[in-house]
Every structure is written in structure tokens, then in C-alpha cells.
């Protein structure tokens, strides 16, 4: 009897080509909305596709929204075990989606991935993730259920072979899946600037672009250490805003805006702040150093804050 776990020149592991077939026709389905770039199976990390949206202009095509895609042939739990394997999915700069092909009825079902934003929000991050599908229906924000396994809810998109024969339904899925990727990518703008807070739908429905409310949901009270990074993020725009502010003679937005910088950021020197609080301090008569006025106006305030803490008098 030959030994199946050495390679056999002319043959391949059924279990492997059953999941490549399932990678065929997710790759069909998703080449339908603009296209669908395969992973090499000896390249793959844990996405199997990388996609995007794209929307017709004249005789061209032009990508709209870009996300990837992890491929089941079940409805088996998606899992990550070990704390790098849960960052590398919080922190994945795409949108993801989880596609789950059924060849047996010739079926996909499409869900979103937002529990990978609800760990982010409430750190630490966990050592392990699990990512349940559930039915299709209605759909609800992540629950938390006493655990790191996260159910999926319903899925926001649910095909058949048939479906995907109609221009109409699939014109559907499209803008499903757009909005979706709109949520995905609001969440990743709050995990790259480090704000610990998700938000998605309250509701869902099943192959339904509209929802009613958002959710918020995160940590009540960060930690100095769990900002830090937040702000940090928040240097250059914040600099850049005071900047332009100043150059539409907008004097007293750039007076906030570089009070605000001057209190976060006093220890570091930027170039453009620097020759904006010159010319802040020459319009204001003080001139004596680049940053007089704003310091004057930010001791002026310190004491009246002060005053307005002080207990009133019985």
C-alpha cells in the first residue's frame, strides 16, 4: 500500500482541489463586479483574492473601491490562533470579506468581517479570533457572547448559479457589497489613526443595500497609553488644517488650531507651524519669538480656566 502522505508524481490532494474549485467560482463571482486577482497557493498568507469594484466610464473601466477575500468550501468557523494572527487581520488595510461556496447547491454566501473591529476597540487583543457564519436573513452588530468566538450574523450577500445569470440581481450584490466596503473602510480609517472605536449597522438584511441605524461601540476610558498613538496620527493633519487656515486669513481658526498643536506637540518643531506662528505673531504686534502670541493667548487661557475652577463661594 503506497504511502499517502509522500508526494505522488501525476496525482493531487483531493481535499485541495475541492477547495480550489470553490476559489474558481468565488474568483467568477467577483470578476463580475471589475476583477478578481487570484493568491498563488504557495504565496497565500490567508486571503485568496484581492478585488475590486469598478464602474464602466465611455469604453473604459475604472477601479471605485478595492477589498480582498478569504474562500470556504463550508460554513465551518474562520479561526486565528495566537495574538500575530488576530493583529494581522485587525490591522489588514483592506476591507475583507469571507465567501463561503456551497458546489452543492451551487450556492455563495458573502460576510462582513466587523468582529475584527470590535476586538480592535476594546484592548488588549485577544490570542485567539473565531468567526462564526451564520444564516441568511436578518442580520445584527456584533454581539458579544462571553467569548472570542464572534458569530458573523446573517450573510450580507447570498447567491445562487441562477442569480448570477441576472444583470439585475447582480447589479444588486454590487451595491451591497459597496456599502459594506464603505463600513470596512471606516473602521480601518479609526484603527490607522488609532481611534478605538467601530461602528456598523444595527440591522441588516440579507442582499439589502439600506439599513437603519449605526452602532458605536469601543473602550469608555482609554488608557495614556492606548491614545498615544491617536494622537500622534492626529500631528500632521492637525499642523496642515492650522496651516491653511491661516493662509485663508481665517485668523481665528489658526489661533485654535495652533493652540491645540502648540499644547499637544510643544517638544516638536515643525517648519510650517514655525513660519505660520511668525506671521500669526505679526499680525497680532507680538514679535519678539515665533511662538509669543499663541504662547501669551495659551497662558491667558490657562488662567482663566484656572479662575473658572475655583470653588464658588457659598
Known sequence: MPDIKQPMVGSTSANFHEGSRSEYLAQYIFASFGTAVPVPHQEDTGLDLYCTLTERVGQRIWPRA?????????????????????????????????????????????????????????????????????????????????SNSFSLSAPIVALTLNDMMNEAIMENVKAVLHSWIDVEMDNLNRVRAGVLEFIMPAKYETNVKGYGGTVFQGINYAKPEDIRQSISQFEIPLGWITDQLFKDNDIDGAVRGALLHRYLFKDRLHDRLTSMNHNLGQKLAKTVYNYQAIDEISANLDKELARMKEPNPE
Open 66 to 146: 478595492y477589498f480582498s477575500v478569504q474562500v470556504k468550501s463550508n460554513i465551518s468557523s474562520w479561526k486565528f490562533n495566537g495574538e500575530e494572527s488576530v493583529r494581522w487581520i485587525v490591522e489588514h488595510p483592506l476591507p475583507i470579506f469571507l465567501c463561503v461556496v456551497d458546489k452543492f447547491k451551487s450556492s455563495v454566501q458573502i460576510y462582513h468581517t466587523c468582529p475584527r473591529f470590535y476586538v480592535w476597540s476594546l484592548p488588549p487583543l485577544p490570542e485567539s479570533l473565531e468567526l462564526v457564519p451564520g444564516d441568511r436573513g436578518v442580520g445584527e452588530s456584533v454581539q458579544w457572547r462571553g
